[in-house]
């Protein structure tokens, strides 16, 4: 044990704590406090946080027991050995059911206590770890929904992260499923407006009529069939964040009604003489070249200036390859919870058709791509074949048996790649698996230096958590 563990040991018998003191600090690399007191003990877990905590369950005041349930609340990483004495034991297996590591029965063998509290160290160690880990994964892998660590989604996260606290009009382009719609919601999600419901529209989806109704409302008797007074979308919207979802469809008359709203931040419902004062951060999102809709008539532009104060494009998956096993492997987790499959995982040609496949659909045709196969799969592991599914390959590349074909007709620099990326991923899982998804014993079996087999992971989305065994 490289590092010095802290070990809490907490018993109103001064000469049983003062012999476990001893004991630990003279056969381990520890540092240890010792207490009488279960109310003193709980601040020192609050103050100390130790790696593990030795406690008696009878004690004056507050038993094992509840020492146990304080300690959960406020650390639940910290080991809990539970010591009872006799007539105590079951008392010490209930502890056991509320989540203590381990209950040692008086009178104890030294060496059982010593060996007990060195596993309850390494639990409390792996566990902080993993969550350390978890924690730095969903910071680099997931936004808010957006995942993935190529510099374009990067550059995507750093705007959003730019732009978020402010109330500027943001207008997001893309190709469709490239997930603008996600944008939208990390920068309300990192926004002073959070707290209120983000408020969206499809612009496409309603006709001209409808579409000014829900976005403006209008009076009682506006028009036939206005049996009482519509708020609207933008009123519901107030102190929050509406997004204007392809704007490139909204039609010209309701462009003009927009503009108006941006540059007044007041709307007036259909049948109203009055103006309604808004308080509404606007956020537009387009598959289309809004330029060009300028140029053939169909798009203001007046407008498109207005919206285009903050510009973010969402990148195609095509721009963005590396990212591909990142997000196959979020969406395996996904839909293996979803659908009651977990423990699937991808052979090394899937992750390759993955990474090579003309995903026209961008991340959405990936995700539902990864969910028709998991819903699918009966053996456990996902092989290109299942990826690759029906209705043509979309320009993917060959697996299985034909990819050295594949290979001898593509010029030699982008062959290479692509055998050295199958090579690559086959082998980093070969030996993480060999050494049960130890990294540091990876690099030193592989010759490369620690920091450059994580890299290598990282780019093809392997996770040494999945090698570990459990």
Not at 88 to 102: F, P, R
Not at 445 to 464: D, H, K, P
């Amino acid at each position: 044990m490289s590092k010095e563990a802290k070990i809490l040991i907490v018993d109103d018998e001064e000469d049983l704590c003062t012999m476990l003191k001893r004991l630990f600090e003279r056969k381990g690399p520890y540092s240890v406090i010792t207490s009488n007191s279960p109310f003193e003990a709980l601040k020192i877990v609050k103050e100390w946080r130790p790696d593990v905590v030795v406690t008696d369950v009878k004690m004056d005041g507050m038993d094992g027991i509840e020492l146990l349930r304080r300690i959960q609340d406020v650390d639940s990483y910290c080991s809990t050995i539970v010591i009872s004495g006799f007539g105590t034991v079951e008392m010490a297996v209930d502890a056991i059911k509320l989540g203590a590591y381990d209950f040692l029965e008086k009178p104890f063998d030294n060496t059982k206590v010593l060996h007990t509290v060195k596993r309850a160290v390494e639990r409390t160690r792996l566990l902080r770890e993993n969550a350390r880990l978890s924690q730095a994964v969903r910071t680099e892998y997931d936004f808010y929904g957006i995942v993935g660590s190529s510099p374009a989604i990067q550059e995507v996260k750093r705007l959003i992260e730019q732009v978020a606290a402010s109330d500027e009009t943001v207008l997001i382009q893309g190709e469709s499923g490239t997930g603008k719609e996600l944008a939208a919601r990390a920068i309300h999600a990192l926004s002073p407006r959070r707290k209120k419901r983000m408020i969206t529209v499809n612009c496409a989806a309603l006709p001209e009529n409808i579409l000014e109704s829900e976005l403006f409302g209008y009076e009682k008797g506006a028009f036939t069939g206005a049996l009482q007074r519509k708020k609207g979308l933008f009123f519901e919207a107030q102190g929050s964040t509406i997004l204007l979802d392809e704007i490139g469809d909204m039609p010209v008359s309701l462009q003009t009604k927009l503009l108006r709203v941006l540059q007044e931040k007041e709307i007036r419902p259909l049948g109203s003489t009055r103006d309604i004062p808004i308080d509404v951060r606007v956020i537009a999102s387009t598959n289309q070249d809004l330029e060009e809709g300028i140029n053939r008539g169909t798009f203001r532009a007046d407008l498109y200036y207005r919206l285009n104060v903050v510009t973010i494009t969402m990148p195609p998956l095509r721009e963005m390859r590396g990212d591909i096993p990142i997000l196959a492997n979020h969406f395996l987790k996904k839909f293996s919870v979803q659908f009651q499959k977990e423990g699937l995982n991808f052979s090394e040609d899937a992750l390759v058709c993955l990474s090579e496949r003309a995903w026209r659909g961008n991340v959405r045709e990936l995700e539902n791509a990864i969910k028709r196969a998991v819903l699918l799969n009966e053996s456990g592991l996902i092989e290109a074949r299942d990826i690759v599914g029906t209705g043509g390959n979309n320009g993917a590349i060959p697996c299985g048996e034909g990819f050295m074909d594949f290979l001898v007709n593509r010029p030699y620099g982008v062959a290479k790649k692509e055998l050295v990326t199958r090579f690559s991923i086959s082998y980093l899982k070969h030996v993480l698996n060999k050494t049960g998804g130890n990294v540091s014993e990876a690099a030193r079996v592989s010759g490369m230096e620690r920091q450059a087999l994580q890299r290598l992971m990282r780019q093809y989305g392997i996770r040494s958590a999945d090698f570990k065994s459990h």
